[in-house]
Structures are given as C-alpha cells and as structure tokens.
C-alpha cells in the first residue's frame, strides 16, 4: 500500500473519530478505486456518482486528498450546517452528480446521465461506484437492462464486491451483467494498476456498457475492522482510534 493510499485511510480514522460518525469499514473498502479515478481516469467532462451512498466519508478523504475539498471543510464531517454530511447531498459540492443513499438509485440515476450525454451529443462518461448488496434492488437491474438496450457505452459502473451484503444475492452478478449483454471485467478492487488498465476508455468495447467487478476487503488496512460485521457503522474509542492510525503509518 502506498504512502498516498495510507494517508487517505488515515484521514478516514482521523475524521471518523472526532466526528464520531461515518461507515468506516465501507469507506476503507473504495480507497484504492476513488485514488484511482481521481488520479488518472476522471476527466472534466465526466461524471461520477457514488451510489453506496454511506461510504461519503471515504469519497471526501479522496476529494480531499487531491485538493477538491480544504482540511477545514473535511473537519465539518457531519456537523450542523456542514457541505459534507454523512451521505452525499447533490449542490452541496459542485462534484456531487447525485443525492445517494438510499441503496438502488445510483446506477439509474448514472444511466439517465448516460443516455441525456448521448441524446444532446455531448461527450464525457459516467462512472457510478455500487455496493454488491445494492445490486439485488429491482431499480438496479432495470437500470442494467435499460443502458445495455440504449448501447450506453459512456457508462461504466463499478461493483464494490467486498461480500458483506447479508444473504444478498451477489454471486451471480457477472452473469447477471453478461446476460444483459454488458462487457464484464473481475478484477481486484485494492490494485490500482488493475482499476487503472481495465476502467480506462479504451477497454470499454462499442456500443456495450462496462462492469467492473471490483474484489475488495471491507475495512481494508485495518486488522480489527477487516471482514468484521461489527465495523459497518460503529465509532471509535481512543484505543481503537490510537491502534488504527498505528497499523496505517
């Protein structure tokens, strides 16, 4: 794990405890995929919609990280009158495509962005970052269904598949997605250099939608939190806090 990566997970924790809010373990989990589409796949043109709208913590460490929002704003996670509350709220910031959080909406809300592109002739691509739990929502799969028909090639949506979706139907998402007729990718959603080559636009065949199927560890970087249920949305104590930012030095 590079130093980059680390000091976005550190700011995870730091925010995280003296707000005493935000789904940590979720927000863990996308690091590597928000580095990747902030450093080298968004373009000024493109959108991006966090869908699994809990994890905005993780989102604004990484807006952070790259300059889009200040320390100050960061440190008003979740306070009254704050631009940065627990779930992404759409004028809040001039970044934010979509109000997410309410699991479902992201992927449909990303293919009307998608197909309004392609209608007005306009360019740019829309990237929308789901939970695998949210996948089983019925608005979720009328959104697949609906971008494979209209040949929504400027949509790619990344599946955060990190398994901790309760008797969630998630295994046979990329048959759900090839079915459909979209062009399915697994990778492992902690390598950047597997986001970067398989998330760039010259991977995305013609007149096909991509899936990326993205393998990750929810509460990835922290031992305690890793693959722990208890760590969905939980706070920190002290000692927690202190042993987190200890193991991500």
């Known amino acids: 794990m590079n130093s980059e990566l680390k000091d976005i997970r550190r700011k995870i924790i730091e925010i995280a405890y003296n707000s005493q809010e935000g789904h940590i373990a979720s927000s863990l989990s996308i690091v590597e995929i928000l580095y990747s589409l902030y450093k080298d796949i968004l373009k000024s043109d493109d959108y991006f919609i966090l869908s699994k709208g809990h994890a905005a913590l993780g989102w ?55 197909l309004g592109l392609k209608a007005s002739g306009r360019k740019g691509k829309v990237y929308v970052l789901v939970g695998d739990g949210e996948m089983n929502e019925g608005s979720s799969m009328e959104a ?7 040949e929504l090639d400027n949509l790619c949506c990344i599946v955060d598949y990190n398994g901790s979706a309760d008797r969630a139907l998630t295994t046979h998402l990329p048959g759900v ?63 927690q806090y202190e042993l987190a930012m200890e193991e991500l030095k």
């Not at 939608?209 to 208890?230: D, H, Y």
């Open 177 to 239: 997605f090839s079915g459909f007729g979209w062009c399915i990718t697994q990778i492992s959603g902690h390598s950047t250099y597997d986001i970067n080559y398989y998330i760039s636009k010259e991977a995305i065949p013609p007149k096909i939608p991509l899936a990326i199927i993205a393998r990750t560890v929810k509460g990835c970087g922290v031992s305690f939190m890793e693959n722990n249920p208890e760590w969905h949305h939980k706070k920190l104590n002290k000692e």
């Open 144 to 150: 697949v269904n609906l971008a494979a028909y209209h």
């Open 60 to 114: 604004y460490a990484a807006l952070n990280h790259f300059g889009h929002i200040s320390d100050i704003e960061l440190e008003t996670f979740c306070k009254e009158n704050t631009c940065l509350p627990g779930h992404p709220v759409r004028n809040k910031l001039l970044c934010i495509s979509a109000s997410t959080g309410s699991l479902g909406h992201g992927l449909p809300m990303g293919a009307g962005i998608a």
